[in-house]
């Protein structure tokens, strides 16, 4: 809603916005968790849960979780401890346990 003076504008309590500093502006670019896909080769499901810095599905997700639990419970302990950064060799050791079914081609007839 536009006042017609500053004026009445303060005295309403309405705060005057600054415009933003271009060189004092951090980009960065952020990826909204609908915009993933998941973190394992060849799967396009829906990201359900974070994993380090990435993010993997609700099925990879539960696998993980399965994987840190055989691990032992010392596992969950020091995992809440880290950071996602320091989460990530975690989750590209699981990655390597996963297993990639591809789907066999259907060769065309001949003829």
């Known amino acids: 809603m ?3 003076n500053e004026a009445t504008a303060s005295r309403l309590g309405w705060l005057k916005i600054q415009p933003s500093i271009p ?3 951090i980009y960065q670019t952020e990826y909204a968790m609908h915009d ?3 973190l394992i080769k060849g799967c396009q ?3 359900y849960a974070p994993a380090g810095t ?3 599905c ?3 997700f539960l696998s993980y979780l ?3 639990r055989r691990k032992g419970p010392q596992m969950f302990l020091k995992y809440a401890g880290m950071t996602m950064e320091e989460r990530d060799p975690l989750v590209a050791e699981w990655a390597n346990t996963i297993r ?3 789907i066999p081609t259907v060769s065309a007839p001949k003829t």
């Open 2 to 4: 536009a006042y017609r």
């Open 23 to 25: 060189h004092t502006a």
């Open 36 to 38: 993933l896909t998941c």
């Open 45 to 47: 499901a829906r990201v």
């Open 54 to 56: 990435h993010s993997v």
């Open 58 to 60: 609700r099925e990879h």
């Open 66 to 68: 399965t994987w840190r």
């Open 100 to 102: 990639v079914e591809e």
